[in-house]
T-cell receptor, first 111, second 115 residues
Framework: DAGVIQSPRHEVTEMGQEVTLRCKPI?????LFWYRQTMMRGLELLIY????????DSGMPEDRFSAKMPNASFSTLKIQPSEPRDSAVYFC?????????FGPGTRLTVL | AQSVTQLDSQVPVFEEAPVELRCNYS??????LFWYVQYPNQGLQLLLK??????LVKGINGFEAEFNKSQTSFHLRKPSVHISDTAEYFC?????????????FGKGTKLSVIP
């Protein structure tokens, strides 16, 4: 298995632009998590899905952030419009039950 | 509510010396505990986990951790570190959500191994 796949690995954009981050979980895992990692705040859970259904989005910073999971093999995290304070590494993780497997992350820089 | 405290943000240690990274947690229910390692510019990789059974848990790369319920601790140890162990280490506690388990992470401890 290739593990959790995230794309792009790096994204540089300008303030106000729309950004879409993508994640392909490990096949057979029924839960998917989106995290954000910054120096100031550490690792924060943004949202998680179980069987493609969003369960808890209380970590999503504001309405500019949205996440979807249209099927068991794909999820997106969208930021519209992006702001410089959104600059961070965004991780996707999938889980079969209690252990989470992390992707390599997307490093987002908003200028 | 669950929380995780990693008391040391940075730990420098000489190569081949022993190391202990400390982790304390608070939880009102039974817990599952994890240690993850993050190498530079990479995602988090599971080192070891405690779900039940023996309180001494062995993981990859020669690491081990001991679950101490009375002290609510889950400290990570290695008897002899290598340069390649330089990384950031995260302790996490899992709690049951709707159909899955969520993880609460500590702030991380940066381990620097000095040649």
């Amino acid at each position: 298995d290739a593990g959790v796949i995230q794309s792009p690995r790096h994204e540089v954009t300008e303030m106000g632009q729309e950004v879409t981050l993508r994640c392909k979980p490990i096949s057979g895992h029924n839960s998917l998590f989106w995290y954000r990692q910054t120096m100031m705040r550490g690792l924060e859970l943004l949202i998680y899905f179980n069987n493609n259904v969003p369960i808890d989005d209380s970590g999503m910073p504001e309405d500019r952030f949205s996440a979807k999971m249209p099927n068991a093999s794909f999820s997106t995290l969208k930021i519209q419009p992006s702001e410089p304070r959104d600059s961070a590494v965004y991780f996707c993780a999938s889980s079969p039950l209690n252990e989470q497997f992390f992707g390599p992350g997307t490093r987002l820089t908003v200028l | 509510a669950q929380s995780v405290t990693q008391l040391d943000s940075q730990v420098p240690v000489f190569e081949e010396a022993p190391v202990e990274l400390r982790c304390n947690y608070s939880s009102s229910v039974s817990v599952y505990l994890f240690w993850y390692v993050q190498y530079p510019n990479q995602g988090l990789q599971l080192l070891l986990k405690y779900l039940s059974g023996s309180t001494l848990v062995k993981g990859i790369n020669g690491f081990e951790a001991e679950f101490n319920k009375s002290q609510t601790s889950f400290h990570l140890r290695k008897p002899s570190v290598h340069i390649s162990d330089t990384a950031e280490y995260f302790c996490a506690v899992a709690y049951s959500g709707a159909g899955s388990y969520q993880l609460t992470f500590g702030k991380g401890t940066k381990l620097s191994v000095i040649p």
